[in-house]
C-alpha cells in the first residue's frame, strides 16, 4: 500500500465521518424538525468529525512521509560492514545513494557488491514495513478521531465556532509555511554566498573581466582554480535583455494600440487570448526553439551577408526572448489604455483631432504610467530567465 492509497483511504474516511457527524447531530435532537435545539447546522457537525478524523492522521501522515527516507537510510547505514561504514563522508554519502537506486531499481554508479546487494534487500524490507506501518498508524488515528468526535457531539456543542477556529489555524499555519519558506530561501542563498567569498574575494568576483566556474571537488583534479568575475555575467543579461525589449516593446505596444483602438469586437476576442498563450508557454520550449531554429536560421542568414555568425549569439536568446515577453508588454498596455476615460477622446475628437492625433497626444500620454510599468515587468521577466539563454 503506497501513500496516495493510504491518502485515498483517508480521504474516503473522511467523507464517512461527515456523514457520520451530520447524522449523529441529527439523531440527539430527533431528525430534521429538531434543527433548532442545535447550536450550529448539522454539516458543521459533520465538517467537524471530518476533520478530527482527518487532520491529526494527515498530520502522522506528512510527518512519517518527511522522515522515513532519511530515517531508513540511517538504520541500513548502521547495519553495513564497519570498513564501510568509517569510508569518508563523500564517499559514503555515494555508497548510500546506490544502494538507494539498487533497492529503488534505478541505476547505480558502480559495480554492486555483495554487501550492496545485501544492505538493498534490508533497504526494501525495512520500507515495506514502514509503509505497513503508517497505514495501520493513520487508518487508527482516522477512526481515533472519528469516534472522539461522534462521542463530543451534543446538542450544545460550538460546532460552528470550532470549525472556524480550526480553519484560522490552518490559514495561519499556510501563512507561516510561506513565509519560512521565503526565509529559509534567503537563509540558504546568505549562508552560500558567505561560504563563496571565504573562497573568492568580493573584489575578483565584483569586477573580474572571467567567468570559468570550474571548481574542482578534490585537490587533485584539474581545474581547481576557476575565475569568478561576474560583470561577463551582467553584460551578457543586459545585452540579451536589451535585444528583447528592443522586439517586444514595439510589437507588444502596437499590438495593444491597435486592439483597443481600431480592432472591432470579434478580432479582439480571437486576437487577445493568442497573443497571451504566449506567456502559458514553457520557457524551456522558447529555449528549444532558439536552438533548434532561430540560431541555425540566424547563422545561416549572417553567412549570406559574409558574417560569421555564432550559433550561441546573444542575438538569438534575444530574440526568442523578445517574443516571450511581448503579452506583458501587450496586455498590460491594452488594459491601460482602454482604462483611459472615453471622454478624453470624444474632447480631442470634438475640436478636430483625427484617430492616430487623438492615440498620440492624448491617449499615450494619459496611459504612459501604466505602459511603462508593463515595460518594467515585462524587463524583470527578461532578466530573470535563464533557461532561453542556457
Not at 563522508?89 to 541505476?107: F, K, R
Not at 550492496?116 to 506501518?133: D, F, G, I, P, V
Request: glycine share 8%; hydrophobic share 55%.
Amino acid at each position: 500500500m503506497n501513500t496516495i492509497t493510504i491518502l485515498t483511504l483517508l480521504l474516503i474516511l473522511m467523507a464517512f465521518a461527515y456523514q457520520v457527524g451530520w447524522r449523529r447531530s441529527l439523531g440527539i435532537v430527533g431528525g430534521r424538525n429538531g434543527i433548532r435545539n442545535l447550536h450550529s447546522l448539522p454539516g458543521y457537525y459533520g465538517v467537524y468529525t471530518a476533520m478530527l478524523c482527518g487532520l491529526p492522521a494527515l498530520l502522522v501522515l506528512g510527518l512519517w512521509v518527511t522522515l522515513e527516507s532519511s530515517v531508513i537510510t540511517e538504520l541500513v547505514v548502521a547495519d553495513l560492514p564497519v570498513e564501510i561504514r568509517q569510508l569518508p563522508a563523500e564517499q559514503l554519502g555515494l555508497v548510500t545513494n546506490d544502494i538507494t537506486n539498487l533497492a529503488l531499481g534505478n541505476i547505480t554508479s558502480g559495480t554492486v557488491s555483495a554487501e550492496m546487494q545485501r544492505a538493498a534487500e534490508h533497504y526494501r524490507s525495512l520500507q515495506q514495513t514502514a509503509t505497513a506501518a503508517l497505514a495501520v498508524l493513520v487508518i487508527a488515528f482516522a477512526i481515533g478521531g472519528l469516534l472522539l468526535a461522534r462521542r463530543l457531539i451534543s446538542p450544545h456543542l460550538r460546532a460552528r465556532n470550532r470549525v472556524e477556529r480550526i480553519v484560522r489555524w490552518l490559514l495561519m499555519a499556510s501563512s507561516l509555511v510561506a513565509i519560512f519558506t521565503t526565509l529559509g530561501i534567503v537563509l540558504s542563498v546568505l549562508f552560500e554566498s558567505i561560504r563563496f567569498f571565504h573562497i573568492i574575494s568580493i573584489g575578483d568576483f565584483l569586477f573580474g573581466l572571467s567567468w570559468s566556474p570550474q571548481m574542482a571537488i578534490r585537490a587533485d583534479q584539474v581545474g581547481s582554480s576557476g575565475a569568478f568575475g561576474v560583470l561577463p555575467l551582467f553584460a551578457g543579461t543586459l545585452l540579451i535583455s536589451l535585444i528583447a525589449l528592443l522586439v517586444a516593446v514595439p510589437v507588444g505596444l502596437l499590438s495593444a494600440i491597435y486592439l483597443s483602438e481600431y480592432a472591432g469586437r470579434k478580432m479582439r476576442l480571437f486576437a487577445k487570448p493568442v497573443l497571451e498563450i504566449l506567456a502559458g508557454i514553457p520557457t524551456v520550449v522558447y529555449g528549444f526553439f532558439a536552438a533548434l531554429s532561430v540560431a541555425p536560421m540566424i547563422r545561416n542568414s549572417g553567412e549570406l551577408l559574409g558574417l560569421q555568425v555564432s550559433s550561441e549569439s546573444a542575438l538569438a536568446a534575444g530574440l526568442v526572448m523578445g517574443i516571450m515577453i511581448i503579452p506583458f508588454v501587450s496586455s498590460l498596455s491594452d488594459d491601460v489604455i482602454n482604462a483611459v476615460p472615453q471622454a478624453m477622446r470624444d474632447a480631442s475628437y470634438g475640436i478636430g483631432a483625427t484617430r492616430s492625433e487623438t492615440i498620440i497626444r492624448v491617449i499615450i500620454p494619459a496611459a504612459l504610467p501604466g505602459i511603462v510599468g508593463g515595460v518594467l515587468l515585462a524587463a524583470s521577466r527578461a532578466i530573470g530567465e535563464t533557461m532561453i539563454v542556457v
